[in-house]
């Protein structure tokens, strides 16, 4: 596949370089190869047509693109506030806004039972002035999944909204344009392959989420039972299935990414020049 | 040499070294003197008193425990964890244990535990049986039907002829006493053991004999086991008086 020029190319990368690369890669690939290994192929179009599969699987899809949505509707202007205001204890807000990311699964669920459940400190109040219970909804899981895979989108829209270069914005501003025109028109597109790349990585976070959806939002096929848990629920009983049902989220991730990638490097390129 | 065979020598390297330094990633005393026991999630509390009181008697032999659902042990074992012994939950993954060869002692029994249904403190909605859990405006939680307490859940409701439709099927048992004790849930199915465990955080409402179902627990010394004279020595302390009254004060039944 290879010519002449491209191996002149890898041949500039230093040795320890490539050879640790090529190990991490491995690292990556191996777990994805036993997968493949293992799974029953001749079984496989069984599990995948099944309702059960089928149902937690439009769950999926349905929930973690709400859960993105909604990222992007919060995680943007928070992430502005992040990069553009000066105010005291800007360094503590974004550690809390980037907590979940780093707290366990499960523990975020609790936490969100403490805040939004039926005895949560907000959640009896929804529970008993507006009849709104989230635990064990659909919606639930939507929550679940905003909460850990929001962080990804500020990080990673915040840190291209402090690359952006400001000069930008304000010869927008002098030549007339509001304050919210030069943030839609001026602003959003320079930081859009970085919201593209934020979104698809809170997407990929919410589609693969299992610990705080199984605690906050329980699971019951059709209402809060996503691939992932289906997928921890095979396991118990009929491993096959689990393969292949774990496959089939591994494929639409790896797609998505695939997909995804070139548009965001490409885009990268243009912001830098 | 050659820049691509340099790559993919060093990578070789780089693995095995990385392997090298794993061999410190192996379970704690693979056979000097440690019991590796693999035992059900139900059992963590009596199993660790166990331990400690059969460490007491053999000071030379350390237990080391993996708690975690029957299923899941089995898989584990299947894929090669190193056990010495397996407590299971319930007699079928035993089985499923034995089916592939797993196990070099005849499973002996030592346990019983039957189920009840968990409801907070006070028992706020006066729930008396089964036939309160059909009530569409209570929160019903229990276990999976893939697992044991959850397949015992169903069994239970066919047995009172009764429909209950559960808000969620959780993963494990522990993950309904939490619903619970946090009053997110208004009622679930689970061992006694677990409503002896939760202490004042929740109530059990026990179930007639002729609906409620019977849970064996039996133990095994897994085969190839690292320390097969020490997973002997540990079956037979959790089947001796002194394991029975230990276990009974956690609100198993003899077997």
Same mark, same amino acid.
């Given at each position: ?112 039972? #403490? ?20 635990? #064990?909804?659909?919606?639930? *899981? ?9 962080? #990804? ?117 243009? *912001?830098?020049? | ?11 070789? @390297? &780089? ?11 192996? =379970? ?7 019991? &590796?026991? /693999? ?7 009596? /199993?660790?008193? &166990? ?30 964890? =190193? ?6 939950? %319930?007699?079928?993954?035993? !089985? ?8 070099? !002692? ?33 929160? @019903?939680? !229990? ?13 239970? /409701? ?10 969620? $099927? ?6 309904? @006493?939490?619903?619970? +004790? $946090?009053?997110?849930? %208004?009622?679930? &199915? ?5 409503? +002896? ?23 095994? @010394? ?22 029975? +009254? ?10």
């Amino acid at each position: 596949m290879s010519s002449g020029r491209p191996r002149d190319g890898r041949a500039r990368v230093p040795v320890p370089a490539l050879a640790l690369a090529a190990v991490a890669i491995a690292f990556f690939a191996l777990p994805l190869v036993g997968l493949l290994w293992r799974a029953p192929w001749s079984s496989a179009w069984g599990y995948l047509t099944d309702d059960d599969a089928l149902t937690a699987l439009r769950l999926s899809i349905v929930c973690s693109l709400w859960a993105t949505a909604l990222s992007v509707v919060f995680g943007v202007p928070l992430a502005w506030v992040l990069a553009r205001v000066e105010f005291p204890g800007r360094t503590v807000v974004r550690a809390l806004c980037t907590l979940s990311m780093v707290l366990p699964p499960v523990v975020g669920g609790v936490a969100l039972f #403490f805040a939004l459940g039926r005895r949560g400190l907000v959640g009896q109040y929804l529970d008993r002035w507006f009849d709104i219970r989230l635990p #064990f909804t659909t919606a639930g *899981v939507v929550v679940a999944q905003t909460f850990v895979a929001m962080p #990804f989108l500020v990080i990673t829209v915040e840190a291209a909204l402090r690359q952006l270069d400001q000069r930008i914005e304000d010869a927008a501003r002098t030549l007339g344009a509001s304050r919210w025109y030069t943030f839609r028109r001026v602003t959003l597109p320079a930081v859009r392959p970085a919201l593209m790349a934020g979104a698809v990585l809170s997407w990929a976070r919410a589609l693969g989420e299992f610990g705080a959806t199984i605690t906050f939002a329980g699971n019951f096929p059709g209402t809060t039972q996503t691939m992932p848990l289906a997928v921890y629920l095979s396991l118990e009983t009929n491993p096959e299935e689990a393969i292949v049902l774990a496959l089939v989220l591994i494929a639409i991730s790896f797609a998505v990414l695939v997909g995804l990638r070139d548009r965001w490097f490409g885009a990268r390129t243009t *912001v830098a020049a | 040499m050659h820049y691509r065979t340099r790559v993919l020598v060093s990578s070789l @390297v &780089i693995a095995a070294v990385a392997l090298a330094a794993c061999e410190s990633a192996k =379970p704690a005393g693979g056979g000097d003197g440690a019991v &590796i026991v /693999f035992a059900a999630a139900s059992l963590t509390a009596a /199993f660790t008193e &166990i331990g400690d009181a059969f460490t007491a008697e053999y000071p030379d032999v350390e237990v080391v425990f993996n708690f975690a659902a029957s299923s899941e042990l089995v898989t584990q074992i299947g894929e090669g964890a =190193p056990a010495d012994v397996f407590a299971s939950a %319930d007699q079928s993954n035993m !089985t499923k244990l034995a089916a592939v060869g797993g196990n070099s !002692t005849e499973p002996a029994l030592f346990a019983r535990n039957t189920l009840e249904i968990i409801v907070g403190p006070g028992n706020p909605k006066r729930i008396s049986g089964v036939a309160d859990l059909a009530n569409e405006d209570l929160i @019903v939680v !229990t276990c999976a039907p893939e697992v044991p307490c959850g397949a015992y859940a169903v069994q239970i /409701f066919t047995n009172a002829g009764v429909t209950v439709v559960p808000k969620s $099927l959780e993963e494990n048992v522990k993950a309904v @006493v939490t619903k619970v +004790t $946090l009053g997110e849930a %208004d009622a679930g &199915i689970v061992y006694r053991t677990d409503v +002896t465990a939760a202490a004042a955080a929740a109530e059990g409402v026990e179930l007639p004999e002729d609906v409620n179902v019977v849970a064996e627990y039996p133990i095994a @010394v897994v085969a190839g086991a690292p320390n097969a004279d020490g997973a002997q020595a540990f079956t037979d302390f959790v089947l001796s008086q002194r394991g029975r +009254t230990i276990l009974e004060s956690y609100g198993f039944l003899a077997p």
